[in-house]
């Protein structure tokens, strides 16, 4: 069951690291800023809290997450983990450059970078690297086209001149690359909703199914895997960046076999940014 449940939160990992890309579609013409806090709980149980900072400015852009496992989550295993995403904007575009991820647990630490250009995977490097496995669906050099990273995928735009937090921020389809799966996520509009964080944001956000679709690099008998493509309860809440058209994670649900995971943001600090500042955003 443990063994079970450690797969199962590798793959929510990774669908919550690119979930936010199926919203993202044009370029970012405002500069904006966001500092938030996250807890994870599994049925209710606290297992995890991180941070988020996102910090977008006229022709760059950064963006930085830190967390770790918390409360019962601990006993089978104890870790934390840093990503960091940047890219620069080029004619309205959001165009992601670099992607690193460092997860350290009791039993292994992992270090992943990724390095793109035009939406194309130029580097990658991960240490250790993943044991072959003859039953994993290869990651070919075509897969490595045309993708996202996941923490870039973040960054959200909507584009149009419209309120960016509606139904046209759903129905999308992005393809994502997180260095060793391949996969599309696919949002479709639910409702609309009203969120309050204990600190910031108190508004509108929307709500959009969310369906997991494994392209390549993944092995395709695993339980994890096969629970996550039937699955059609996923669902997560979009809210907005001040001063921008971008909207990001403020809540994702997902039904496991333990219960019902939840990741919820309780400060969701949002600002704009005026044009003139200079680039100098945290990386913590």
């Not at 350290?104 to 270090?111: L, N, P, Q, V």
């Not at 339980?223 to 699955?231: D, G, S, T």
């Not at 921008?244 to 309780?266: C, D, E, F, K, N």
């Amino acid at each position: 069951m443990v063994t079970r449940f450690i797969q199962l939160r590798r793959c929510l990992a990774a669908v919550i690291c690119g979930l936010a890309a199926v919203c993202m579609a044009g370029g970012a013409t405002a500069q904006g800023r966001l500092d938030a806090q996250y807890v994870v709980t599994l049925a209710g149980v606290p297992i995890g809290q991180g941070s988020w900072v996102i910090d977008i400015r006229s022709d760059q852009y950064v963006a930085a997450a830190n967390g770790k496992t918390a409360g019962v989550l601990r006993i089978f295993s104890n870790g934390d983990g840093a990503t960091t995403a940047r890219g620069h904007v080029s004619n309205g575009r959001l165009i992601p450059s670099s992607y690193a991820s460092r997860i350290t647990t009791d039993r292994k630490s992992e270090d992943l970078r990724i390095t793109l250009a035009g939406g194309n995977v130029k580097e990658l490097s991960i240490e250790p690297p993943s044991p072959p496995n003859p039953d994993r669906i290869p990651v070919t050099e075509a897969h490595r086209h045309g993708v996202t990273d996941p923490m870039s995928a973040a960054l959200a735009h909507v584009a149009g001149t419209a309120d960016p937090v509606s139904p046209e921020a759903c129905n999308r389809t992005a393809a994502i690359f997180d260095g060793r799966l391949r996969y599309d996520l696919k949002l479709a509009y639910k409702r609309m909703e009203v969120v309050r964080s204990e600190g910031g944001y108190q508004g509108p956000a929307v709500a959009c199914a969310v369906y997991f679709v494994p392209i390549a690099g993944y092995v395709p008998e695993r339980p994890a895997i096969k629970y996550l493509v039937a699955q059609r309860d996923m669902e997560v809440v979009l809210a907005p960046v001040a001063g921008t058209r971008i909207v990001v994670p403020y809540r994702l649900s997902v039904p496991t076999p333990l219960g019902l995971g939840l990741m919820q943001a309780t400060r969701f600090v949002t600002a704009a940014q005026p044009r003139e500042s200079a680039f100098n955003a945290k990386t913590h």
